[in-house]
């Protein structure tokens, strides 16, 4: 990303980062120099402006999206241990393709689960599931994750999960969340708030985004909150530009 005159503008690669359907480098290329997406060369690399991007891509997807700035995630030195369950753990199973089979991936559809296998977290044990009616034991879990998943759950069953999740994990047992700040809406024509992501873990980069229909708002506090109402402990917390990080123990 590039700063001229208070517009910024982004390359390919992170052109790449804000399509929800996936396209390649070189497809992205060809619309610069075809000017199908408008941008511009700055020595030698094309370029362009979020709101072209925007447009551009609010058209081949159907749909009027926000994008906030990329943001990168380093999960390598992320402290999870012991038997895991991984709450809306379809997608790209970031937490699966991590802790692999110490890891639960639950989800309520079966094709993000499958999908999740294709993105290669090929070793959790993946159970099609409800957050809001888990069917487990109680004390089961040493922890829970919520990798961008709480943002895909209507805010009306938000307290539920957390019962549920609390209930799930052992005595001092932590759930771990990540998710993302979403404002008040600001631009009435956007329908879309998505998340362009680069997640480093092991030895590789995942490039990926994560949306949610821009009809709510939540931030840090907001689950600090929640998290307290099912009395949880909140041992960790960390506030990014366009994100949030909490770890929360079951006392
Ligand atoms: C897109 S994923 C989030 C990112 C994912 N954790 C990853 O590693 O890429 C969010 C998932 O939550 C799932 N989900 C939404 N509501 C749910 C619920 N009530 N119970 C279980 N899964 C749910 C969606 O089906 C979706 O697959």
Not at 18 to 24: L, P, V
Not at 110 to 138: N, R, V
Request: overall charge negative; glycine content about 6%.
């Amino acid at each position: 990303m590039r700063e001229i005159n208070n517009v910024r503008y982004y390359d390919i690669l992170e052109i790449a980062e804000m399509f929800i359907s996936g396209e390649t480098e070189d497809t992205i290329r060809n619309h610069l120099e075809t000017g199908k997406l408008k941008g511009k060369k700055i020595e030698e690399e094309w370029y362009a402006p979020k709101e072209n991007i925007e447009e551009f891509v609010g058209k081949k997807e159907g749909i009027k999206i926000f994008f906030t700035n990329p943001q990168e995630i380093n999960l390598n030195n992320i402290n999870l241990n012991g038997r895991i369950l991984d709450i809306g753990g379809g997608g790209e199973g970031i937490i699966g393709q991590l802790k692999g089979d110490n890891v639960v991936s639950i989800d309520f559809r079966k094709s993000e689960l499958e999908e999740a296998l294709e993105a290669g977290d090929i070793e959790s044990l993946k159970i099609i599931m409800d957050a809001k009616d888990l069917k487990f034991l109680d004390n089961t879990f040493d922890m829970v994750t919520a990798f961008f998943s709480i943002m895909y759950i209507p805010k009306s069953d938000h307290k539920k999960v957390f019962k549920e999740i609390y209930r799930v994990l052992r005595e001092e047992g932590e759930l771990v969340l990540w998710d993302l700040k979403l404002p008040k809406k600001t631009n009435e024509k956007k329908e879309i708030y998505v998340i362009p992501m680069k997640i480093q873990m092991k030895n590789k980069k995942i490039i990926t985004g994560y949306g949610t229909r821009w009809n709510k708002e939540q931030d840090i506090n907001y689950f600090i909150e929640l998290a307290k109402t099912v009395r949880f402990k909140i041992i960790e917390q960390e506030l990014e530009e366009e994100y949030f990080f909490l770890r929360l123990q079951k006392i």
